[in-house]
């Protein structure tokens, strides 16, 4: 089965769901972004039936979780949906894998008395509950905590208004060490076993020291050769202190300099995000969401041995930081993807109602990923217009 909600159901995603044959929760937002046609709706009543029974399931977004955890007859998925939504519990479940790691859970109340002088700077503080990098704080001296306390604050009630409770909470929040090392997303699915199979990774590029914003992620089959073994031994010890079983997940992690792998989070029930999980096909030619419900494991030799040399990548472009939204008449969507070598797909985003304006898919050689991330230490206000 599949929930679909907003932000964004990608047509791929749309013609997997109706080829694949997957019942879909019936829901006012489920059939405006799909439009409904060709799609096998189910009230919430066969829904609840079929979760109750273990029926795999698979959410687009962090939004269609509230249906899951409403319905409470599946408690052993909402058990696992609650140790991936809440990053404090994660990181209190995961804790014997990574003993040194130093974390603290914190209500909001509470924040400008707690003493960080116990953390190591850069440290981190994000809502518990959290999504899309929202309310994510880089804290760099100790002197700073003051200054972002009150900023936190002050995003309070933006980030409870935009996005419901069950996605960001801004009541709770999560100090945790700052984690030195490269950054990565792994999209994978659980079996009934426990065995879990990879079917994407992406390396997440940021364009500074202080950047915690997702803008561009991107694949090879440089990556896959170097990460691929690592990382599947790391997710069979995530996955047995979790207990995870019929459960795709896309978990961020960290690799440190000397090669320890220390998770960031991991997002329950889907893999990447606004429906980015679609990257798969565009890299590797395989359809992610028909092997998870399919139970069906890639041939990495064989994939990536069509694919030498090829980077496949993934850019959002994010509304300029500070820029009046109101104030903005459009994009230069052409001049956005002129940026890339060899644009596969843009997806154009409602930036009125969302931090982002575009999505683009694109592939290149490692030249032209050189080039684009240089081209990416700018911000986007070059392709804004303004009113009047």
């Known amino acids: 089965m599949i929930v679909l909600d907003y932000p964004y159901v990608s047509r791929f995603l749309t013609d997997s769901v109706m080829e694949l044959g997957l019942p879909v929760l019936d829901t006012e937002n489920a059939r405006r972004l799909t439009g409904g046609a060709g799609l096998n709706f189910i009230d919430e009543i066969e829904f609840s039936a079929r979760l109750g029974v273990g029926t795999r399931l698979y959410t687009n977004s962090e939004n269609g979780l509230e249906h899951i955890l409403r319905c409470r007859c599946n408690e052993d998925l909402v058990r696992q949906v609650d140790i991936c939504k809440d990053k404090a519990l994660f990181r209190e479940t995961v804790a014997p894998l990574h003993p040194d790691y130093r974390f603290a859970r914190v209500a909001i109340d509470d924040l400008a008395e707690f003493d960080v002088s116990g953390f190591d700077c850069p440290f981190i503080v994000k809502p518990a509950r959290g999504f899309f990098s929202l309310g994510v704080h880089l804290v760099k001296s100790h002197g700073q905590w003051p200054e972002v306390v009150r900023t936190i604050l002050e995003e309070r009630e933006a980030l409870n208004a935009e996005y419901p409770e069950g996605v960001v909470d801004a009541g709770e929040f999560l100090v945790e060490a ?169 997806r154009e985003i409602d930036y009125s109602a969302y931090p982002v304006f575009a999505f683009c898919f694109a592939r290149m050689d490692e030249g032209g990923l050189a080039r684009l991330k240089t081209d990416l230490t700018e911000d986007f206000s070059r392709f804004v217009t303004l009113k009047g």
């Not at 995000?273 to 030619?285: E, F, L």
């Open 178 to 346: 700052g984690i030195d090392g490269e950054e990565y997303a792994i999209d994978v699915y659980y079996d009934g076993d426990g065995a879990p199979v990879i079917t994407n990774i992406l390396h997440h590029h940021f364009v500074s020291g202080d950047d915690v914003s997702d803008r561009l992620y991107y694949t090879s089959a440089r990556i896959l050769r170097e990460r691929l073994e690592p990382f599947t031994d790391y997710v069979i010890r995530m996955g047995e202190a979790c207990a995870l079983r019929n459960f795709p997940i896309h978990l961020e992690v960290r690799v440190t300099p000397e090669g320890g792998i220390v998770p960031i989070e991991a997002n329950p029930l889907r893999f990447a995000g606004w429906c980015v999980a679609d990257i798969t096909g565009h890299a590797w030619g395989f359809n992610p969401y028909e092997y998870y419900f399919k139970g069906l494991a890639p041939d990495w030799e064989a994939v990536l041995s069509t694919r030498e040399g090829e980077v496949t990548t993934m850019v959002i472009a994010d509304v300029p930081p500070g820029m009046d939204r109101d104030r903005i008449a459009g994009f230069d969507l052409q001049g956005f993807q002129s940026m890339f070598d060899n644009p596969l797909e843009l």
